[in-house]
């Protein structure tokens, strides 16, 4: 299995300002993913992320809004820009494994806030 | 549009139950088809998983069965024990294309009593 570790766990932000949140993977992998969910829904896919290529935008989510890093196979950075009160949610990482065609791990999440 | 649609949204099931948890799929092109357990302030995690090609998988206490021809798959917790109080995610992907992305049902939040 992969552990992923996001930072911070949770944040309390001004609307206006942006937060980058960090995911840590403590192994190489080819495809990390950023999720939304919103608290007691159902995650929704923001985009995917490959080292060395620009991250692949889900329909109703846009780079300007959530630009995201891939400087390598192990690290990425997801960040929520100019935010408003309809950001806040929870945010999830998820890699998969080299040689894991399917399995997908997650980081805990960060609960954000905006007020 | 929801591809994956989930229920019900919530369960409660006594101790030593069963308890059972419907999907249902519209995209043909699903071919992997994962249960995810997530617990409070936790991200989720993979429980068990089915292809196509089979009609039904046990791992332990947890069972999926598979209906291609309805396109239809359900969760079965065998035994079920207050640990298993969580939310469950139904999820389905296409392996050979698409990327690989998960599509995620809405969710059960699954309370066992005592």
């Known amino acids: 299995s992969a552990v992923i570790s996001q930072k911070p766990s949770r944040d309390i932000c001004q609307r206006g300002t942006s937060l980058t949140i960090q995911c840590q993977v403590d192994?190489?992998?080819?495809?990390m993913f950023w999720y939304r969910q919103q608290p007691g829904q159902s995650l929704t896919l923001i985009a995917t992320?490959?080292?060395?290529?620009?991250?692949?935008?889900e329909s109703g989510f846009v780079i300007d809004k959530f630009p995201i890093s891939r400087p390598n196979l192990t690290f990425s950075t997801l960040t929520v820009s100019n935010m408003s009160p309809e950001d806040s949610s929870i945010y999830l990482c998820?890699?998969?494994?080299?040689?894991?065609?399917?399995?997908?791990?997650f980081g805990q999440g960060t609960r954000l806030t905006v007020v | 549009q929801q591809q994956v649609k989930q229920s019900p949204q919530s369960l409660i099931v006594q101790k030593g139950g069963i308890s059972i948890i419907n999907c249902a799929y519209e995209n043909t092109a699903f071919d992997y088809f994962p249960w995810y357990q997530q617990f409070p302030g936790k991200g989720p995690a993979l429980l068990i998983a089915?292809?196509?090609?089979?009609s039904e998988k046990k791992e332990g206490r947890f069972t999926i069965s598979f209906n291609k021809s309805a396109k239809q798959f359900s969760l079965h917790i065998m035994d079920s024990q207050p640990g298993d109080s969580a939310t469950y995610f139904c999820?389905?992907?296409?392996?050979?294309?698409?990327?690989?992305?998960?599509?995620f049902g809405t969710g059960t939040q699954l309370k066992v009593e005592l």
């Open positions: 998820s890699a998969r494994p080299p040689g894991r065609r399917t399995e997908a791990f």
């Open positions: 999820a389905a992907s296409e392996i050979t294309g698409g990327g690989n992305k998960l599509t």
């Open positions: 192994s190489q992998v080819t495809m």
């Open positions: 992320a490959n080292q060395g290529s620009e991250a692949t935008y």
């Open positions: 089915i292809r196509p090609d089979v």
